[in-house]
């Protein structure tokens, strides 16, 4: 299942990429949205291209009933963004997958920031699949909106973060 989400950010390219490998950062984010930060690593340098490595821990109860049988408990989310360097507009682009621990489903996909002005546009494209035999369609479905409900809770995040830090 292929998706698009788009989100403004009052604040310009480079300070919403040094929040985004900032470990507090996705500390803030992490409990703002109910989960629980697990591990966060960030390969290179960040005014150049860079690697972010995030894993999540997220309890059970924020996930739909239908995908719950296949997690038992809590689900460990890993997202790898690999950053470029600054495009010739300051623009950056990231490549981004993310695991969902043991269950067959993946999000593989390209983040987009795109200077507006005094900001930036944050989009994200990209592709669900689910292995899940019968039912990897369905929760793919589901898994997109919620996706794209993340997108937004990241760019509201970021921006009260770099308001308030």
Do not use: N
């Amino acid at each position: 299942m292929s998706l698009t989400a788009t989100a403004t950010i009052d604040a310009p390219v480079e300070t919403v990429v040094r929040a985004f490998a900032d470990r507090e950062f996705a500390q803030y984010s992490g409990d703002a949205a109910g989960g629980s930060l697990e591990d966060f690593r960030v390969d290179g340098d960040p005014a150049g291209a860079f690697t972010i490595t995030i894993s999540r821990a997220v309890d059970d109860a924020r996930i739909p009933d239908m995908a719950r049988a296949f997690i038992g408990g809590r689900l460990l989310l890993t997202q790898e963004e690999h950053w470029s360097a600054p495009a010739g507009e300051g623009g950056r682009t990231s490549d981004v997958v993310i695991s969902f621990g043991s269950v067959p489903l993946k999000v593989t996909g390209t983040e987009q920031l795109t200077p507006t002005g005094d900001g930036c546009t944050l989009t994200v494209t990209g592709d669900v699949t689910s292995g899940i035999p019968f039912l990897g369609g369905r929760i793919a479905q589901m898994a997109e909106p919620v996706i794209a409900k993340a997108v937004q809770h990241q760019a509201d995040a970021v921006a009260r973060w770099i308001r308030e830090h």
